[in-house]
């Protein structure tokens, strides 16, 4: 278990919580004392007739250190592994065999390869895909159309623009891990995301807890996920009930699949 890590997301808040319970509080510096002796060669005697002796000098040099969030992911990762009952804690080596078994609340850490879906990269304002469809719209009216380019509807981006403002920078992502079946979801907050967009895509650990199961088959809309539903109960039974509007639709996650609340996200 390496401790050197390149963090994309890290949960701040959420890790000094979980440091904080599994140690019985919070860090706030750590005193490194470092000890040096050195040996000191002395001459003693009188006229010609004399000896050598041995003495020794020692310092001590004392280091405050900061308790860093990746210094506490470190201590989280070893007291997870050194007890992880206590911790509920399970790393996921083979999907298949592991995560049918797993419980909500288990605390898990599992390799996967993430994919953005397109209308979260289309709905999040950092891409500035929603800029470009309003330029786009609005030089539209000067330019020639045909059936294969046809223009593109203003009130469809005012109404793509007024979900966005609704989601804010919150970003849903599909994790891959190595099985035929199984997927991994959940949602990133824009103050704990480390790196771009299209930098979180690719090969990366995920550890977060999780909080639903997706039977197989079971069809899941991702913008109804924890924190981030921004439709009320009734428009997300509705939602479910009518399904993907084509199996092109990547705005859902079909099961089997866990949801997790995501702590970190590193290489």
Do not use: C
Not at 3 to 15: G, M, P, Q, V
Not at 235 to 241: D, I, Y
């Amino acid at each position: 278990m390496s401790s050197l890590r390149s963090f994309l997301y890290l949960n701040e808040t959420t890790l000094s919580d979980y440091v904080s319970a599994m140690e019985g509080g919070v860090r706030s510096t750590v005193d490194d004392r470092r000890r040096e002796t050195k040996g000191l060669q002395a001459k003693a005697g009188l006229g010609p007739i004399g000896g050598s002796g041995d003495s020794s000098k020692e310092s001590e040099l004392t280091i405050s250190l900061t308790d860093s969030p990746p210094a506490q992911f470190d201590r989280l990762m070893k007291l997870a592994a050194a007890d992880p009952e206590l911790a509920g804690w399970v790393e996921v080596i083979d999907p298949d065999t592991d995560l049918p078994d797993l419980l909500t609340g288990a605390l898990v850490e599992i390799e996967v390869d993430i994919e953005v879906p397109t209308f979260v990269k289309m709905l999040n304002k950092s891409t500035g895909i929603i800029n470009t469809m309003k330029s786009l719209s609005e030089m539209s009216a000067f330019l020639p159309t045909s059936t294969d380019s046809p223009a593109i509807d203003p009130e469809q981006v005012t109404l793509v623009e007024s979900i966005s403002g609704l989601l804010g920078d919150k970003l849903m992502i599909i994790g891959l891990p190595d099985s035929d079946d199984w997927r991994v979801a959940g949602q990133l907050l824009p103050q704990h995301t480390r790196v771009s967009v299209d930098d979180l895509e690719g090969e990366v650990r995920i550890v977060g807890k999780i909080t639903r199961k997706i039977r197989p088959g079971e069809r899941h809309p991702l913008l109804a996920l924890p924190g981030s539903s921004i439709l009320s109960r009734e428009k997300r039974r509705e939602l479910a009930r009518k399904g993907p509007s084509s199996e092109s639709d990547d705005s859902w996650v079909t099961g089997p699949a866990v949801i997790l609340d995501i702590l970190a996200i590193y290489r």
